[in-house]
């Protein structure tokens, strides 16, 4: 354990070390929900504070430069922005509704841009973020079996709401403290530990599984893939089991598309599987029925949800969209309309202009996170938190859930950085930037 201590180095380390050890308090204060918004403007007063000071690496003399893929989310977010603000316009929301939007996109999409923008542009190390999230798994695996003893004794679900409610926020479920709740479809138990609902907290336990997989430390490795494990069953979320099964052997392969020898065992496997076409497709159509089937009610109101939101920006507002979001009836139990599903929500509340607003970074990021995979590790983990979001945007809303999937997208930064490395571009480097032996050009290593 001694040869692997990591500890923060500098102002952002301490903030973001803070955020992830502290996570538990600051649930129990019910400021999960502030924490990220609040650690991401902090982050970028960090950047604008150095710009105007000399700390910048001076033995370089010059800021770091900022990643071609940073650009571009900073563009689709800004997108998002002047989606808004048509769309309040041509709705006449007025200025009171424009402006608590406009909050709630500084809180939701812009942290999208503003974390990638912190990972490739602040002195943070990777391995730093990963050990965070180790302690806070730690944390987790020990207070686990208190919360499984009060499901079982059953102690009140839900202990309290904070006062930070008063702040404004999506919801009280996002201030609220619980313990377990209780699956009204079959009065099971699940927990959602600080996510706000528990398939939020199913995403959290895969992002948890992805940083234990690249921990250095054995101890922290085990204790993080054994409560992440944990998570993703606790929470009964079927994205969450999903994503372990497919998450290990996807990336094994996509980071070795350069190898002549995967294409060519590629190009079997496709000719078997043509062959064998009906029982595959036979085969598909059963898994995805099982999975539909599990939790009947929750794809009842997830496809509906998507049809009222598809048939509403058809209808309504097919360019900028409807700019707010509005609860819909008993029949999907109330919910937002566009929700559980970040593409239809997208349609409804943004139009087409703010589809297009997320899908182009993404789109880039996957192309760049594939190339930087066939080298270097923090490629890989870069390629694999790209792809857990776009996973998750299938099932949940990314804007809201932006506070609690903060590492990823630093990270995703961080690997952006490692692109315009002169350690990454030189192929004779590559082998250094891997074992952690990255020059101070390419930053701190990984």
Avoid at 79 to 87: E, T
Avoid at 195 to 219: C, S, Y
Avoid at 426 to 436: K, L, P
Wanted: glycine share 10%; with cysteine.
């Amino acid at each position: 354990m001694a040869t692997h201590r990591i500890i923060p180095e500098n102002p952002e380390e301490r903030l973001i070390f803070a955020a992830l050890v502290w996570a538990w308090g600051f649930y129990v204060l019910g400021a999960m929900y502030l924490i990220g918004p609040l650690l991401a403007v902090s982050l970028m007063g960090i950047y604008v504070w150095r710009s105007f000071s000399s700390s910048w690496d001076i033995s370089r003399g010059r800021k770091p430069q900022v990643p071609a893929g940073v650009v571009v989310w900073w563009i689709g977010m800004g997108m998002m922005l002047l989606s808004l603000l048509v769309a309040h316009i041509a709705w006449e929301l007025g200025f009171g509704q424009t402006l608590k939007s406009s909050i709630g996109w500084l809180k939701g999409w812009a942290m999208l841009a503003m974390f990638p923008f912190a990972g490739a542009c602040l002195r943070i190390r990777p391995q730093l973020v990963i050990r965070a999230a180790g302690w806070f798994g730690l944390q987790t695996l020990i207070l686990m079996p208190f919360l499984i003893l009060a499901g079982i004794a059953h102690l009140p679900s839900k202990l309290y709401i904070s006062p930070l409610q008063a702040i404004g926020g999506p919801g009280p479920e996002f201030f609220s403290v619980y313990l377990y709740i209780v699956d009204p479809s079959d009065n099971s138990l699940r927990w959602q530990f600080v996510a706000p609902w528990a398939p939020a907290a199913g995403m959290m336990g895969n992002m948890l599984f992805v940083l234990a997989m690249h921990e250095r430390a054995r101890f922290f490795k085990v204790v993080g893939i054994i409560v992440s494990v944990m998570i993703c069953l606790m929470t009964r979320s079927r994205m969450a089991e999903l994503f372990l099964v497919i998450y290990p052997p996807l990336i094994w392969s996509l980071s070795r598309l350069s190898r002549p020898w995967l294409l060519a065992v590629g190009g079997g496997v496709s000719a078997i599987i043509g062959l064998l076409a009906d029982t595959v497709i036979d085969t598909i159509q059963s898994a995805v029925s099982a999975f539909r089937s599990a939790r009947m009610d929750s794809t009842r109101v997830r496809e509906a949800l998507g049809r009222i939101a598809v048939a509403r920006w058809q209808e309504d507002a097919p360019i900028w969209g409807h700019g707010v979001v509005v609860r819909g009836t008993h029949f999907v139990e109330f919910m937002p309309i566009g929700s559980h599903h970040t593409w239809y929500g997208l349609l409804y509340v943004k139009g087409i202009v703010g589809l297009v607003a997320l899908l182009g970074p993404l789109l880039w990021t996957v192309f760049e996170m594939l190339i930087l995979a066939q080298i270097t590790r923090i490629g890989r983990l870069g390629l694999t938190m790209t792809l857990m979001v776009i996973f998750y945007s299938f099932g949940e809303n990314l804007e809201i859930l932006a506070y609690l999937i903060w590492p990823a997208l630093l990270l995703i930064g961080s690997a952006m950085k490692r692109g315009i490395s002169p350690a990454v571009r030189d192929n004779r480097a590559v082998e250094q930037v891997d074992n952690g032996h990255e020059p101070l050009a390419a930053a701190q290593a990984f």
